[in-house]
């Protein structure tokens, strides 16, 4: 009885150590992205990703072979209208139930230098954490599988490396 | 038939639902707090795992959604296009790719629709991070255009 008591209390410790703000704005989160994925989807059959409006955006500008295909240039302007609506979304949250105006203290360079890599890294492979990590496991495809493998073990090395190595923040 | 696909693309409704979709994500990505590369940083240092939370929602959303779009065997209403799956052809590029996307990520705490979203909180300094991702995506086009001239046959148009 009483080492039940303990284990109960061991185990909500630990579950208050792993997740210090709870789960609930999270799981809720989620769901929104998950179901403004499916007004697409249900609307014009589009499995929408974040990624693909750097290169269908850079076809407006570039005329490199590669951002010239067909794929980015039939939906350059939606993705623009894509873009537009997850940072209203973002903007109708934090000005009503959110927190207003919010600026990073993550240093310019780790945003720029981390940004160049994330643009080559989704680009080449396929997607980002939207279309992989979201809908590619969502279809239970062992490609996004793989590749969401991948990016987290290399993003939870890459962040603790830089932690130790007293960067902050 | 091309006409009419295109003004399905191009319409309206089109728009309006790409972007009532588009407003439901941003609402998600800022609920959840995954704009601030801060919170983002945290998971990756194991400090806090509710962003498992945040792919796993989603993720189990466009399951049920995929699963009984595709069972249908119907076409979406604006497009014509038939629900299906999204599945991606595995080659080295997603892992070479999704290694690099992970250096990228664990550096900056930052995802494309995040940030985004982080540009709608009035984020200015994710400009960086925005412009270093069409940086990055411009140099894989320009390497990988120049790969393709050089390797296809002179006859190409």
Redesign the interface.
């Known amino acids: 009885m009483t080492a039940g008591v303990v284990g109960f209390a061991l185990a909500a410790g630990a579950l208050d150590s792993l997740f210090p703000n709870g789960v609930l704005a999270y799981a809720l989160g989620g769901v929104c992205i998950g179901l403004g994925v499916s007004v697409i989807y249900l609307g014009t059959g589009h499995i929408v990703g974040a990624s693909t409006f750097l290169e269908s955006t850079l076809s407006y500008v570039s005329r490199l072979e590669r951002f010239q295909a067909s794929r980015f240039l039939a939906t350059r302007d939606w993705r623009l209208v894509f873009t537009f609506g997850i940072a209203g979304g973002a903007a109708i949250y934090a000005f009503t139930i959110g927190d207003g105006v919010w600026t990073t203290q993550v240093q310019p360079w780790r945003l720029a230098l981390g940004g160049i890599l994330v643009g080559i890294g989704t680009r080449l492979g396929k997607g980002c954490t939207s279309g992989h990590g979201v809908c590619g496991v969502g279809s239970l495809s062992t490609t996004s599988f793989a590749n969401v493998a991948t990016f987290l073990l290399l993003a939870i090395g890459v962040a603790n490396l830089v932690q130790a190595l007293g960067v902050s923040p | 038939m091309t006409a009419q696909s295109r003004s399905g693309?191009?319409g309206g409704?089109?728009?309006a639902?790409?972007?009532?979709?588009?407003?439901?994500?941003?609402?998600?990505?800022?609920?959840?707090?995954?704009?601030?590369?801060?919170v983002v940083?945290d998971f990756?240092?194991?400090?806090?795992?509710?962003?498992?939370?945040?792919?796993?929602?989603?993720?189990?959303?466009?399951?049920l959604?995929?699963t009984l779009?595709t069972r249908s065997g119907r076409?979406?209403?604006?497009?014509?296009?038939?629900?299906?799956?999204?599945?991606?052809?595995?080659d080295r590029?997603?892992?070479?790719?999704?290694?690099?996307?992970?250096?990228?990520?664990?550096?900056?705490?930052?995802?494309?629709?995040?940030?985004?979203?982080?540009?709608?909180?009035?984020?200015?300094?994710?400009l960086?991070?925005?412009?270093?991702?069409?940086?990055?995506?411009?140099?894989?086009?320009?390497v990988?255009?120049a790969r393709?001239?050089r390797t296809s046959t002179p006859t190409r148009e």
């Open positions: 693309e191009q409704a089109f728009n639902v790409v972007l009532v979709g588009g407003l439901l994500f941003g609402f998600g990505l800022a609920l959840s707090n995954m704009h601030r590369p801060e940083l990756l240092q194991l400090q806090d795992l509710g962003l498992l939370f945040v792919m796993g929602g989603a993720a189990a959303v466009t399951a959604v995929f779009g076409s979406a209403p604006l497009t014509g296009r038939r629900y299906g799956r999204r599945l991606k052809s595995m590029n997603v892992l070479f790719g999704g290694a690099i996307f992970g250096v990228g990520w664990g550096l900056s705490g930052i995802c494309p629709g995040a940030a985004y979203a982080s540009v709608g909180v009035g984020n200015l300094p994710i960086w991070g925005i412009g270093g991702m069409f940086v990055g995506a411009y140099a894989q086009g320009y990988r255009s393709r001239t």
